[in-house]
């Protein structure tokens, strides 16, 4: 069975950082991407940053690049998500999820990863 558990919301003003955890079972990495979007109250969800297991090539979206770096731990089948200089704009639940394979003209799409984590809130507050 597949599961994908986030771990590391929480609150923090403007400007910190959080670590974000992905831990992944059920599936062995080298043959997935491994992403995380994050979807606002109201809005759509939207990709953040995602991670070929096998290669560690890295994606990121234009509001995460230079702010979030995203890892992994193939020894303990677990991504991170670092991100600093958070802004008010980043808030929202955070979802890690799972794409067999690297199709990388969908990455961004939600509806490509087959498998998702329960997300995990992230507040940006002063």
């Known amino acids: 069975q597949v599961q994908l558990v986030e771990s590391g919301g929480g609150l923090v003003q403007p400007g910190g950082s959080l670590r974000l955890s992905c831990a992944v079972s059920g599936l062995t990495l080298d043959y997935y991407v491994i992403g995380w979007f994050r979807q606002a109250s109201g809005k759509e969800r939207e990709g953040v940053s995602c991670?070929?297991?096998?290669?560690?090539?890295?994606w990121y979206t234009t509001s995460a690049k230079g702010r979030f770096t995203i890892s992994r731990d193939k020894a303990n089948n677990t991504v991170s998500l670092e991100m600093n200089s958070l802004k008010p704009e980043d808030p929202g639940v955070y979802y890690c999820?799972?794409?067999?394979?690297?199709?990388?003209?969908?990455?961004?799409?939600?509806?490509?990863?087959?498998?998702w984590g329960q997300g995990t809130q992230v507040t940006v507050s002063s």
């Open positions: 999820a799972a794409m067999r394979g690297v199709l990388t003209l969908r990455l961004w799409e939600p509806g490509a990863y087959g498998w």
């Open positions: 991670i070929s297991a096998h290669n560690n090539l890295k």
